[in-house]
Each structure stands twice: as structure tokens, then as C-alpha cells.
């Protein structure tokens, strides 16, 4: 038996739910009888923060608009979270909100505070809504009710933290940006990590300065170090930190590709046995772009790990470009095995083990026309453009012309300190040269 007009019920859809017409119930008859006049509901506006944490409580504003002629009734709003500017059912749903009726032509405004899931990866998101998602309400348009926010909000680390665990002794590790707190680690930015050696920090005052000066090399380069400082510190004598060098390189090198990282976007500037991790951590990922190895550390008796055994070490094998630089004064602390594993090694003299860094420095610092800027020139290391000015393998380790048996292209000299760059010299394949800086 049919019921009488003047009765109104509500219809039930495929999802159990009531269907409501704007301005009133839908007859549960057939044929259905929609009112004339409809409701149109449509989000107008999307605001979100720039930037933010994975895990983070953030606000966002929303307004949503009602085109349509007559009010409208309560309806249902999906805020949801995606990769692109197209939100449906499939992005990530971060909460579900109920918003009172709206007149015709009116609107409704609120602030929505929302928690970003905590094991989000690092990229742009969107933000964006859908009003009415299971289409309760009849209105004029049902292809207006998803919007995202037009500027992406960037879900980016401040830090990748973690541990590395040797023989039941766990160590914390850190990968942040220098000198800027608060600053978010971007994956798809050309990177330099800088990583320090045995009983240093990431604030180690030359490391802090080399970091420094890497940042003045390229705008829009991004400089971060790979803090280990609790697994290479080893006293005054010790030398449990070597032990360390492989996992932590095998935990950068996971945590960086979980972030997004590819090798071909990072360049690896490594000091003593931070040199050792650049490396491990390069073959961990294939290949790098470039690694810049200061004084590779030699192997500390007794450990687990020997960087001078044959073919533990390889530093041109996993990089597009390597140079590496040895001290002469550096004895027992720098391997020339190691940094003979370079694609190119030069060897300084009249500084050692401790003032490396600072003549490094001090050559990058050195101005465009100065004559051994352009020899050692990050732009040179990063495009591997030949050098015709020296033959390379000219030199022993200990800084004498070796035409035969000879691993180093040059030899730099330090200024009396120790602590800059003086002079280099070369074999042009003729004759010994002098360059001053």
C-alpha cells in the first residue's frame, strides 16, 4: 500500500544512511520527489600553514559556501591530506566534522585543528576537504564539494634521529642542518653532509667553519651534518668509535633514502674516521655525487674494522667525483692508503691531522682570481673537469716527486700556523711548479 503524500519519510541509500533533500525529507516513494529548488554546497577556502612536522597539531581555516536557493541541512565534512591538487576517498583521512545548516547563499566559516599523522614521509601536501562525501544531500552540483588548498604545506624533519647498536651498546645519531635551529631538512634540494671524526661533534669549531664555507659556495644548497658523536667518542686513547663506522654510515645511508634522498643529490664531506663513514655510507646507497675525504683515519689496532684493508676502502668507487686530502704531520692519525683511493689525492705538508681542516677551509674561502683557487674549486670537484696543469700520480705521500710509484697529483703547503693554504706544488708533466695563494 502506497502512502499518502502528506507523509514524509526518509529513504534509506546503499550505506544505510537517511537522504536528505534541501528543504526537506525525500520521499521514500517512487518516483522520488526532489523539491525544485536545491541546495548547492561547495568548500570556497583552504588555508594551511607552510610548513610543518609530521606529527605536528596544526590549524587550518575552511569556508564553505551554499550556492543553491534554499538551506541547506547538516552535512558531513572530510578533511583529508594528499600527495596531489585531486582530493577523494583515497587520500589520507585526518578527521570528520559535522557543520550546522546554511541559508541560501550564505556561508559557514571555522578554524579546524587537525594532527598530522606521525609516519607521514617527507614531501608537499595537500590539504583539502569534501563536503558531503557520502552524498546525503541533494543538491544542484555534486561535482563542487572537493577543493584542496591551492599552496601545498611542506611536511618536512627538523632532524632524522635514530640509534646504532654494537655488542649490546646502543648510540644515538643525528642528521640536522648547521647552525639553524628549526631548519627543515628538504629531500629534494642538492645536499652536502658534513661528518665529523673520533671524540668531535657536530659543532666542532673547524667542522663548523668548513660547513660554513660549503654554504657560500651555491645558493640554494643545502648544508647538514650527520651527528655521531656518542659512537666516536673514545678518550684520550681509545678506539671503540671505529667499530661504529659502518653501522652508523649503514643507518644514514636508510634514514636519508627513507626521507627521499637519492645519492646522486648528496655530496659527502667526511673528517679522520668521518671520511670512513662518507665512504661506507656511499656504497650503502650505490653512488653519490661527490665525497670529500679530509685526512681518512688510519686503522686503530685492535678493532673490528680495518679501513686499510684491501678493498674495505674505495673512495672513487662509489662516487661520481672524490678527492681526498692527506697530511703529511698527520702521523699515526691519517691513511695515505685511504686517501690515495681518491680519484684525486693531493698531500699537505707544513700542517697535520688537527689543522687539515682549517687549510682546507681557508682554500675554498680563496677568491675567484686567486691562482690555486680555480685548482680546487668545489665547482671543479663537482663537475670533475680535468685539471691539464698537473700529471697526476706525481707524488709519494710524504710530499717527494715520484714519477713512477707516485698516488698524489699534488702537494699544498701550509702557512706557518698550520691552519691555511700557502702554496701548491705540481709536476706539469715537464717541470716542477710553485703556485702561491
Same mark, same amino acid.
Not at 587537525?114 to 544542484?140: C, S
Given at each position: 500500500?502506497?502512502?499518502?503524500?502528506?507523509?514524509?519519510?526518509?529513504?534509506?541509500?546503499?550505506?544505510?544512511?537517511?537522504?536528505?533533500?534541501?528543504?526537506?525529507?525525500?520521499?521514500?516513494?517512487?518516483?522520488?520527489?526532489?523539491?525544485?529548488?536545491?541546495?548547492?554546497?561547495?568548500?570556497?577556502?583552504?588555508?594551511?600553514?607552510?610548513?610543518?612536522?609530521?606529527? =605536528?597539531?596544526?590549524?587550518?581555516?575552511?569556508?564553505?559556501?551554499?550556492?543553491?536557493?534554499?538551506?541547506?541541512?547538516?552535512?558531513?565534512?572530510?578533511?583529508?591530506?594528499?600527495?596531489?591538487?585531486?582530493?577523494?576517498?583515497?587520500?589520507?583521512?585526518? %578527521? %570528520?566534522?559535522?557543520?550546522?545548516?546554511?541559508?541560501?547563499?550564505?556561508?559557514?566559516?571555522?578554524?579546524?585543528?587537525?594532527?598530522?599523522?606521525?609516519?607521514?614521509?617527507?614531501?608537499?601536501?595537500?590539504?583539502?576537504?569534501?563536503?558531503?562525501?557520502?552524498?546525503?544531500?541533494?543538491?544542484?552540483?555534486?561535482?563542487?564539494?572537493?577543493?584542496?588548498?591551492?599552496?601545498?604545506?611542506?611536511?618536512?624533519?627538523?632532524?632524522?634521529?635514530?640509534?646504532?647498536?654494537?655488542?649490546?651498546?646502543?648510540?644515538?645519531?643525528?642528521?640536522?642542518?648547521?647552525?639553524?635551529?628549526?631548519?627543515?631538512?628538504?629531500?629534494?634540494?642538492?645536499?652536502?653532509?658534513?661528518?665529523?671524526?673520533?671524540?668531535?661533534?657536530? %659543532?666542532?669549531?673547524?667542522?663548523?667553519?668548513?660547513?660554513?664555507?660549503?654554504?657560500? &659556495?651555491?645558493?640554494?644548497?643545502?648544508?647538514?651534518?650527520?651527528?655521531?658523536?656518542?659512537?666516536?667518542?673514545?678518550?684520550?686513547?681509545?678506539?671503540?668509535?671505529?667499530? &661504529?663506522?659502518?653501522?652508523?654510515?649503514?643507518?644514514?645511508?636508510?634514514?636519508?633514502?627513507?626521507?627521499?634522498?637519492?645519492?646522486?643529490?648528496?655530496?659527502?664531506?667526511?673528517?679522520?674516521?668521518?671520511?670512513?663513514?662518507?665512504?661506507?655510507?656511499?656504497?650503502?646507497?650505490?653512488?653519490?655525487?661527490?665525497?670529500?675525504?679530509?685526512?681518512?683515519?688510519?686503522?686503530?689496532?685492535?678493532?673490528? &674494522? =680495518?679501513?686499510?684493508?684491501?678493498?674495505?676502502?674505495?673512495?672513487?668507487?662509489?662516487?661520481?667525483?672524490?678527492?681526498?686530502?692527506?697530511?703529511?704531520?698527520?702521523?699515526?692519525?691519517?691513511?695515505?692508503?685511504?686517501?690515495?683511493?681518491?680519484?684525486?689525492?693531493?698531500?699537505?705538508?707544513?700542517?697535520?691531522?688537527?689543522?687539515?681542516?682549517?687549510?682546507?677551509?681557508?682554500?675554498?674561502?680563496?677568491?675567484?682570481?686567486?691562482?690555486?683557487?680555480?685548482?680546487?674549486?668545489?665547482?671543479?670537484?663537482?663537475?670533475?673537469?680535468?685539471?691539464?696543469?698537473?700529471?697526476?700520480?706525481?707524488?709519494?705521500?710524504?710530499?717527494?716527486?715520484?714519477?713512477?710509484?707516485?698516488?698524489? =697529483?699534488?702537494?699544498?703547503?701550509?702557512?706557518?700556523?698550520?691552519?691555511?693554504?700557502?702554496?701548491?706544488?705540481?709536476?706539469?708533466?715537464?717541470?716542477?711548479?710553485?703556485?702561491?695563494?
Amino acid at each position: 500500500m502506497r502512502h499518502s503524500p502528506r507523509v514524509r519519510r526518509r529513504a534509506t541509500t546503499a550505506f544505510g544512511f537517511a537522504e536528505y533533500a534541501c528543504g526537506g525529507f525525500v520521499e521514500d516513494l517512487e518516483p522520488r520527489v526532489v523539491p525544485a529548488a536545491l541546495c548547492d554546497l561547495t568548500p570556497v577556502l583552504i588555508q594551511t600553514p607552510d610548513a610543518a612536522e609530521p606529527g =605536528d597539531r596544526i590549524e587550518v581555516n575552511l569556508e564553505i559556501k551554499n550556492l543553491g536557493a534554499v538551506t541547506s541541512p547538516r552535512f558531513q565534512v572530510e578533511i583529508r591530506l594528499s600527495l596531489d591538487d585531486i582530493i577523494d576517498g583515497q587520500d589520507q583521512l585526518l %578527521t %570528520t566534522v559535522i557543520r550546522r545548516k546554511i541559508g541560501a547563499g550564505g556561508e559557514t566559516q571555522w578554524s579546524q585543528r587537525l594532527k598530522l599523522p606521525d609516519d607521514l614521509t617527507a614531501g608537499n601536501y595537500h590539504i583539502g576537504v569534501i563536503v558531503d562525501p557520502t552524498h546525503q544531500v541533494v543538491e544542484q552540483d555534486d561535482a563542487n564539494n572537493a577543493l584542496a588548498d591551492v599552496a601545498t604545506i611542506a611536511l618536512f624533519r627538523e632532524q632524522l634521529t635514530g640509534r646504532v647498536t654494537i655488542q649490546h651498546r646502543t648510540k644515538s645519531v643525528e642528521i640536522h642542518a648547521v647552525g639553524d635551529a628549526g631548519a627543515a631538512i628538504n629531500p629534494d634540494l642538492t645536499t652536502w653532509v658534513v661528518i665529523h671524526g673520533r671524540n668531535e661533534s657536530s %659543532t666542532s669549531p673547524d667542522l663548523f667553519a668548513l660547513a660554513q664555507q660549503i654554504d657560500q &659556495y651555491q645558493a640554494g644548497d643545502q648544508i647538514l651534518v650527520l651527528d655521531w658523536t656518542a659512537a666516536a667518542a673514545s678518550g684520550a686513547l681509545g678506539g671503540q668509535g671505529e667499530n &661504529y663506522i659502518r653501522p652508523v654510515a649503514a643507518w644514514a645511508a636508510q634514514a636519508l633514502t627513507e626521507y627521499g634522498f637519492t645519492g646522486q643529490q648528496l655530496n659527502l664531506v667526511g673528517y679522520s674516521w668521518g671520511a670512513e663513514v662518507a665512504e661506507e655510507l656511499a656504497e650503502v646507497l650505490g653512488e653519490v655525487n661527490s665525497i670529500l675525504a679530509l685526512d681518512p683515519a688510519r686503522d686503530y689496532p685492535g678493532g673490528s &674494522y =680495518d679501513p686499510e684493508s684491501p678493498g674495505e676502502v674505495n673512495l672513487q668507487a662509489h662516487a661520481e667525483q672524490s678527492w681526498a686530502f692527506y697530511a703529511t704531520a698527520g702521523f699515526p692519525f691519517g691513511s695515505p692508503i685511504v686517501a690515495s683511493t681518491a680519484e684525486d689525492a693531493f698531500v699537505l705538508t707544513g700542517s697535520d691531522h688537527f689543522g687539515i681542516v682549517s687549510v682546507v677551509t681557508s682554500i675554498l674561502a680563496l677568491s675567484v682570481d686567486n691562482p690555486v683557487a680555480n685548482a680546487f674549486s668545489l665547482g671543479r670537484l663537482l663537475t670533475g673537469l680535468p685539471l691539464a696543469i698537473w700529471q697526476q700520480g706525481g707524488y709519494s705521500s710524504d710530499g717527494s716527486l715520484d714519477l713512477v710509484d707516485g698516488e698524489f =697529483d699534488a702537494v699544498l703547503v701550509a702557512a706557518i700556523n698550520g691552519k691555511a693554504i700557502s702554496a701548491v706544488r705540481y709536476f706539469d708533466g715537464t717541470t716542477e711548479n710553485t703556485r702561491m695563494a
